[in-house]
């Protein structure tokens, strides 16, 4: 009899998602991913491991999502956190989960600085946005310009992308004489006066 009930338990893992929960593509993801997690259990219901996902808001910014990972890791003992969706964000929640052995698991950080070689807990679902900086070269070659100024916001994600977007345009002899870095807190007059002198 104990055999039978041993076979009728279910086993809980808990699993973390820090979204920013006002941005509404955040918001979809968190519906895919509960759908999801649901069709998958109507479906092979002979498992008897069950996901629980507990949510928490990132509130749109680093301290915010490090705070939410820290409380999941913490308070849930979660095995793995979902997000969050910037790569600023990511930054610091990889490092906490480097810190508790937790895998971060992000399907939007799509910086080049972050990077799964160095970081054996953090796993990257999304395309690497240095994967763009081939069609901007082929663009800036098939219109043939000798030189180009890369416009870029000062923040991790900015500077991640430019030394793939140096490389590529040096691969094709187009120079970079100057690059204009906008601050992300600059107003629309500070940018363009840094894009018109």
């Known amino acids: ?20 929960l006002e941005n509404p593509a955040a918001k979809m993801w968190l519906s895919c991913i509960n759908m ?21 808001d990132s509130m749109g910014d ?6 939410a990972a820290l409380d999941l890791i913490k308070n849930e003992q979660v ?23 937790v895998p971060i698991i992000s399907f ?6 972050l990077t799964s070689n160095r970081k054996p807990y953090f796993f990257r679902a999304a395309q690497n946005d240095s994967t ?9 070659q098939a219109f043939g310009w000798r030189a180009a100024v890369p416009i870029y ?4 994600y900015g500077k991640g992308v430019i030394p793939y ?12 004489p100057y690059r204009c870095v906008i601050s992300p807190a600059a107003t629309d007059d500070e940018i363009v006066e840094e894009l018109t002198s």
């Open 1 to 20: 009899m104990d055999i039978m009930m041993a076979q009728n338990t279910t086993i809980s893992v808990n699993i973390g998602a820090v979204l920013d």
């Open 36 to 56: 999801a997690l649901s069709d998958f259990y109507v479906t092979h219901s002979q498992f008897q491991t069950r996901l629980v996902l507990h949510t928490r």
């Open 62 to 67: 680093v301290v915010g999502a490090a705070a």
């Open 79 to 101: 095995q793995a956190i979902l997000g969050p969706n910037a790569s600023m964000q990511a930054n610091f929640v990889i490092d906490l989960g480097e810190k508790a052995q």
């Open 108 to 113: 939007s950080a799509s910086s080049p600085s």
């Open 132 to 140: 763009q900086v081939n069609a901007i070269s082929a663009i800036v």
């Open 153 to 156: 916001v000062d923040n991790e």
């Open 165 to 176: 977007l140096t490389d590529a345009l040096q691969a094709i002899d187009t120079r970079i």
